[in-house]
């Protein structure tokens, strides 16, 4: 079985430039995470979707993240415009349902740099 | 205070040497718990449950202590590849499960 597929691995841009990533979670999880990793700190949630829809975006800094899950599948988060502290590793999660007791499954995540 | 905090690391053990990390949350509606791994680079992965009663699984025993708000994690036996950071994860029901991750603690088995 395929896990959390995320794109780009790295990406490298400038401030005030514009940002996308990419997740597939694994077939059939209707959870899906976001999350933002900075160095030597544990995830912290940004995001997360019942199918659709967005239950929980409180540490989403709204003014420049924004966040889709369109027909409750695949997701895309967004940067815009991209500020030197969101270096970061980005990573999407996804579990089966909203039970607390179901894993998580993480993919590999997108390291970001904003130079 | 952060809602979930771990002993801060790194921990430098020998192999075959037992190690504790402590996890404390603040929250006392928190529900379940967890202790997840994360390799150098790579993404976290369930490591374990931790059940009211405690639980183990091999090497590895969880406790939880409601009362004192805090969890544990043991590690007997450390290998090398036992290598990594050890993230609590907290979660407790709002309206929907609210999910907190600790800041990790680092372990180094040494040869």
């Known amino acids: 079985e395929a896990g959390v597929v995320q794109s780009p691995r790295y990406k490298i841009i400038e401030k005030k430039q514009p940002v996308a990533f990419w997740c597939n979670p694994i077939?059939?999880?209707?959870?899906l995470y976001w999350y933002r990793q900075n160095l030597g700190q544990g995830p912290e949630l940004l995001i997360r979707?019942?199918?659709?829809?967005?239950?929980?975006d409180s540490q989403l800094p709204k003014d420049r993240f924004s966040a889709e899950r369109l027909k409750g599948v695949d997701s895309t988060l967004k940067i815009q415009p991209a500020e030197l502290g969101d270096s970061a590793v980005y990573l999407c999660?996804?579990?089966?349902?909203?039970?607390?007791?179901?894993?998580?499954?993480f993919g590999p995540g997108t390291r970001l740099t904003v130079t | 205070r952060k809602e979930v905090e771990q002993d801060p690391g790194p921990f430098n053990v020998p192999e075959g040497a037992t190690v504790a990390f402590n996890c404390t949350y603040s929250?006392?509606?928190?529900?379940?718990f967890f202790w997840y791994r994360q390799d150098c680079r790579k993404e976290p992965k369930l490591l374990m449950s931790?059940?009211?009663s405690g639980n183990e699984d091999g090497r590895f025993t969880a406790q939880l202590n409601r009362a004192s708000q805090y969890i544990s994690l043991l590690i007997r036996d450390s290998k090398l590849s036992d290598s990594a950071t050890y993230l609590c994860?907290?979660?407790?029901?709002?309206?929907?499960?609210?999910?907190?991750f600790g800041p990790g603690t680092s372990l180094s088995v040494i040869p």
């Open positions: 999660a996804s579990s089966f349902g909203d039970d607390s007791d179901y894993e998580q499954y």
């Open positions: 077939s059939g999880h209707n959870t």
């Open positions: 979707y019942e199918n659709e829809e967005a239950v929980d």
């Open positions: 929250n006392s509606a928190s529900q379940s």
């Open positions: 931790v059940y009211s």
């Open positions: 994860v907290v979660k407790r029901r709002t309206s929907y499960d609210k999910v907190i």
